[in-house]
């Protein structure tokens, strides 16, 4: 099983990234789909998630708005676009996959929004 992240870097307040998490070993379009991260010092917090389909999504209140999950099921791809980014965005986000008992995380991938 393997989920590696991609698209995490240094944005400017304001600014935009696309989060990729691809993943493979285990069947994804059964998985829901989450994006976490967690800031230095902090506990890490569920930022959005996907149902295995799509067909639901659900946000943190700090980033409804700004931050839109999404998956293609035939890449076996969750994605996380972030606009409007702010300082307070800044954390490693991980990826998880979820499907009754079996939790999977990704390494993660930082993401810094500084000027």
């Known amino acids: 099983v393997q989920l590696v992240e991609s698209g995490g870097g240094l944005v400017q307040p304001g600014g935009s990234l696309r989060l990729s998490c691809a993943a493979s070993?285990?069947?994804?379009?059964?998985?829901?789909m989450s994006w976490y991260r967690q800031a230095p010092g902090k506990e890490r917090e569920l930022v959005a998630y996907?149902?295995?389909?799509?067909?639901?999504?659900n946000y943190a209140d700090s980033v409804k708005g700004r931050f839109t999950i999404s998956r293609d099921n035939a890449k076996n791809t969750v994605y996380l676009q972030m606009n409007s980014l702010k300082p307070e965005d800044t954390a490693v986000y991980y990826c998880n996959a979820l499907y009754w008992g079996n939790r999977y995380w990704g390494q993660g991938t930082q993401v810094t929004v500084s000027s």
């Open positions: 996907i149902t295995n389909a799509g067909g639901s999504t």
């Open positions: 070993g285990f069947t994804f379009s059964s998985y829901r």
